[in-house]
């Protein structure tokens, strides 16, 4: 079963969300303690992210901040470093519907190539 998904880890003074690529590799890595995997097989990508009003799971979000990482987890030099507290402490929400969005067009009553 493969992603995205979204994972939400609850913060004292932030929450955080981390993009997983592939669900089962992230079941083994954070819940069977199996960290033999990669975390490139597990994460979307190395970035870790927060809202803009540092709460909860939805909004507009943004990279995390060296100090907001910092201030979370201690002295951070590299996000990365954070990723396996997040993934091992987090939960998977839900998928993040990349896959599903839909479209819709934006003025149909014009038609094709109207002028």
Same mark, same amino acid.
């Given at each position: 079963?493969?992603?995205?998904? &979204? *994972?939400?880890?609850?913060? #004292?003074?932030?929450?955080? !969300?981390? =993009?997983?690529?592939? @669900?089962? +590799?992230?079941?083994?890595?954070?819940?069977?303690?199996?960290?033999?995997?990669?975390?490139?097989?597990?994460?979307?990508?190395?970035?870790?992210?927060?809202?803009?009003?540092?709460?909860?799971?939805?909004? &507009? *979000?943004?990279?995390?901040? #060296?100090?907001?990482?910092? !201030?979370? =987890?201690?002295?951070? @030099?590299? +996000?990365?470093?954070?990723?396996?507290?997040?993934?091992?402490?987090?939960?998977?929400?839900?998928?993040?519907?990349?896959?599903?969005?839909?479209?819709?067009?934006?003025?149909?009553?014009?038609?094709?190539?109207?002028?």
């Amino acid at each position: 079963m493969t992603g995205p998904y &979204k *994972l939400f880890y609850k913060g #004292q003074s932030k929450d955080f !969300v981390v =993009f997983i690529d592939d @669900k089962d +590799a992230y079941e083994k890595y954070a819940h069977k303690h199996d960290h033999s995997i990669p975390l490139t097989d597990v994460v979307s990508n190395f970035d870790i992210y927060t809202n803009q009003m540092g709460q909860g799971s939805t909004g &507009k *979000l943004e990279k995390a901040s #060296q100090t907001d990482l910092s !201030v979370e =987890f201690g002295e951070v @030099k590299h +996000a990365e470093d954070v990723l396996p507290v997040i993934l091992e402490k987090g939960e998977i929400l839900n998928s993040t519907g990349v896959d599903h969005k839909k479209w819709s067009s934006t003025n149909d009553s014009n038609g094709f190539n109207a002028r």
